[in-house]
């Protein structure tokens, strides 16, 4: 049993920034993926970011569309995950989710709205 819950979203104004996060809690021991999706009305789910491994074998990718733009990152005790995003875009808006998956099985959060509009 996982629980993820996002939070930090927002309206903001293009250029702007915002930074979301995303507590997980329960069964979450082991080597996860933990990430970031996003999706708008009619479209898919999409990939954003993603963050897994130990120490110097930390791995990060990224969304072409988002690269150098948003930056994802963990805390220590690895339950926490970060996306920190700069220089957004009206493109940008939709629903983010956060999710963490261990082999076959994923768990998702309820989605935090991000708006960017002038």
């Known amino acids: 049993q996982v629980q993820l819950v996002e939070s930090g979203g927002g309206l903001v104004q293009p250029g702007g920034s915002l930074r979301l996060s995303c507590a997980a809690s329960g069964s979450i021991s082991g080597i996860n993926i933990m990430g970031w999706y996003r999706q708008t009305p009619g479209k898919e789910r999409d990939v954003v970011a993603t963050i897994t491994g130990l120490g110097a074998f930390t791995r990060r990718s990224y969304a072409d569309s988002v690269k150098g733009r948003f930056i994802i990152s963990r805390n220590n005790a690895m339950n926490t995950v970060f996306l920190e995003m700069s220089n957004l875009e009206p493109d940008d808006t939709a629903v983010y989710y956060c999710?963490?998956?261990?082999?076959?099985?994923?768990?998702w959060g309820q989605g935090t709205q991000v708006t960017v509009s002038s």
């Open positions: 999710s963490l998956k261990r082999g076959v099985i994923s768990y």
